[in-house]
């Protein structure tokens, strides 16, 4: 219409005079002769709504990938086309987050409502913020200041500097004296264990059925003046939602403390039982806490109250707070989880910022799991326990544990000093796939260059018994990733001549090999092209799919597409009865993002065209 007008009234366009009768006239009929245009084009340019319903599933997830419900919300009142669309999009309202202390039950339930036959997550973000309303649950306000303050041996011995004006006699006296009360204490606490927890369940039952009629004032300024304040948990309405609610494949909770959460799961279990309601509890739950209260004893876990056990627990572990003197650290270090809940597991996930034996602890009731990771968050010299003589025996524990359907195990931080023996205890015979980050600040190794074959990856990867000692997982793992920590002091991971040699000689079933941020010493991939032609071998069989990404801009690509190259002729010599061998590579991923030098080897070295003319895409990611 653009060009139509400069060529039909680029004169109307220069005076300021109004046009005459005549020329309105004609504009009016030139204008109406569009309407059938537009009319003709309408269909094409109105998107379906499912296409529409694509483009709203990309643009309303946040960083993390989750559903943003404020996004979603947007998008509905730009009109009533996109409400509609987005409508009929059930993946937008398949996650919902609970993000303040507030009755919620009717927004949830209409929510997850319109997903349909997806499965349904629910979060709850209820952490400590200083910039909401709430920064704590007072409810748990008072235990929270007893843990910070109480010696968690819990012995009744006093210190020895509050009894320095006492005489020597006296001490001994009353020793025995405490021993004596110790005991009478412990029957009597056995005996009235069962009675006080009867009548805390019937204490809370009451309570929570008060606080369930009152949910729905939408009262927020309850907890400022109330002298009995409601856990978070409960103004949010979660135990209604949980029972009464659509049924939920995945819960994640966020909240300050565990307390928080063991109220919840013994309301569930209460709830359950008293009204007789079919619950089918949670398949995947992830639990964050930013106070740990949890004690030592098992038997009073907070998990024994889920009806259910999960078949996928993610728990991350809160940091130690700076203000915990040395003798106050034992209280953060117990992660009891009863056996029978660790025996239902198929997934588990553990960020760990504890310096203890709770991997193995935990690990040695979980003969089920298929899914492992572990992310060490305390930096390269963590788990130095793992590295005494005789370590998991001094803790009752066996020697080897043993998880024998293990198929995918993921290490993040590994801590470099200890990488020989921070998991050496594990025995994984059907593992497929292995992704590990070492935490590794060279810095501070005195001629860590003279043994720089020893890196700590690979030492790593020998703890596993991948290499020459037991072939047994080496003839599973089928995916290998190596790859670096997000932590900015940490060094990247090396790749040197014995640890390619070991992975192409050893892991034959690899299928899915990457390295990831690593830094290349000597020339790793010439030794291996070398071997293949002295020995006239083909390594690394069955790779289908090569990613690397090297730390800096000196990386020898040329090498690598050399070795590439290589492996394919010696493929292809590997006729068995006059067959041409076929090569199993079929795609090649460089990363890199602004190297000059890097791009023009790889726009213009004549090796890569050389493996594409064979079938292999090699292709350049931006990272």
């Given at each position: 219409m653009h060009g139509f007008l400069l060529d039909n009234y680029l004169v109307l366009m220069k005076p300021n005079n109004a046009p005459n009768v005549v020329e309105e006239v004609t504009m009016k009929q030139d204008i109406a002769s569009l309407n059938p245009r537009q009319l003709a084009a309408s269909p094409i340019q109105r998107l379906p709504s499912e296409t529409l319903g694509e483009i709203f599933d990309i643009s309303a997830r946040n960083y993390a990938g989750h559903i943003d419900k404020v996004r979603v919300a947007t998008i509905c009142l730009v009109c009533r086309p996109w409400r509609?669309?987005?409508?009929?999009?059930?993946?937008?309202?398949?996650?919902?987050?609970?993000?303040?202390?507030?009755?919620?039950?009717?927004?949830?339930?209409?929510?997850?409502?319109?997903?349909?036959?997806l499965s349904r997550t629910l979060r709850v973000h209820l952490l400590p913020n200083p910039k909401r309303k709430f920064r704590h649950c007072m409810k748990h306000k008072r235990e929270f200041e007893e843990l910070a303050d109480s010696d968690p041996d819990e012995d009744g011995e006093e210190d020895e500097d509050e009894e320095e004006g006492e005489d020597e006699e006296e001490d001994e006296d009353e020793e025995e004296d405490e021993e004596e009360e110790e005991e009478e204490e412990e029957e009597e606490e056995e005996e009235e264990e069962e009675e006080e927890e009867e009548e805390e369940e019937e204490e809370e039952e009451e309570e929570e059925e008060e606080e369930l009629e009152d949910a729905d004032d939408g009262d927020e300024d309850d907890a400022d003046v109330d002298p009995h304040p409601r856990c978070g948990l409960v103004k949010t309405q979660l135990l209604r939602i949980l029972l009464e609610g659509p049924s939920l494949d995945s819960l994640i909770l966020e909240v300050t403390s565990t307390w928080c959460l063991r109220d919840l799961l013994r309301a569930i279990k209460k709830e359950t039982r008293l009204k007789g309601i079919a619950w089918s509890g949670i398949p995947r739950l992830t639990l964050t806490t930013s106070t740990w209260g949890e004690g030592r004893d098992s038997s009073t876990s907070m998990f024994k109250y889920l009806p259910t056990p999960p078949s996928s627990l993610v728990i991350e572990l809160p940091a130690i707070r700076d203000d915990f003197e040395e003798h106050q650290v034992g209280h953060l270090h117990a992660v009891n989880i009863p056996a029978f809940t660790l025996n239902h597991l198929t997934s588990f996930t553990i960020y760990l910022r504890w310096d203890g034996p709770q991997i193995p602890t935990i690990l040695q009731n979980c003969g089920r799991l298929e899914y492992l990771e572990i992310a060490f968050c305390f930096g390269e010299d963590g788990q130095g326990w793992t590295g005494e003589r005789d370590c998991l025996a001094k803790l009752g524990l066996p020697s080897t544990i043993e998880l024998p359907n293990l198929r995918t195990l993921v290490a993040q931080g590994i801590p470099a000093c200890n990488a020989r023996t921070v998991l050496h205890?594990?025995?994984?015979?059907?593992?497929?796939?292995?992704?590990?980050?070492?935490?590794?600040?060279?810095?501070?190794?005195?001629?860590?260059?003279?043994?720089?074959?020893?890196?700590?990856?690979?030492s790593f990867l020998r703890s596993l018994g991948l290499f020459p000692q037991t072939f047994e997982m080496a003839a599973t793992l089928q995916s290998l990733c190596l790859d670096s920590t997000a932590n900015w002091n940490s060094d990247p991971p090396l790749l040197t001549s014995d640890?390619?040699?070991?992975?192409?000689?050893?892991?034959?079933?690899?299928?899915?090999?990457?390295?990831?941020?690593?830094?290349?010493?000597?020339?790793?991939?010439?030794?291996?092209?070398?071997?293949?032609?002295?020995?006239?071998?083909h390594l690394l069989p069955h790779l289908e799919y090569l990613e690397l990404t090297p730390d800096d801009d000196t990386f020898p690509f040329e090498l690598l597409f050399q070795f590439i190259k290589i492996r394919h002729d010696q493929c292809a010599r590997s006729a068995v009865d006059h067959v041409r061998g076929r090569d199993s590579l079929r795609r090649v991923l460089i990363g890199f993002w602004n190297s000059e030098s890097l791009l023009e080897t790889f726009n213009t070295s004549p090796t890569v065209a050389y493996i594409r003319n064979y079938g292999t895409s090699v292709e350049r990611i931006l990272k």
């Open positions: 509609e669309a987005a409508g009929l999009r059930h993946s937008l309202w398949s996650d919902v987050t609970i993000d303040r202390p507030e009755p919620l039950f009717n927004e949830v339930v209409a929510w997850l409502g319109r997903s349909g036959t205890f594990l025995h994984v015979p059907a593992l497929v796939n292995l992704a590990i980050a070492v935490d590794d600040d060279r810095s501070y190794i005195d001629g860590w260059e003279e043994d720089i074959d020893e890196n700590v990856t690979h640890l390619l040699m070991d992975i192409a000689q050893h892991l034959t079933s690899l299928k899915r090999l990457v390295f990831n941020g690593l830094e290349c010493i000597g020339d790793p991939f010439k030794a291996a092209s070398q071997h293949m032609k002295r020995q006239e071998t």
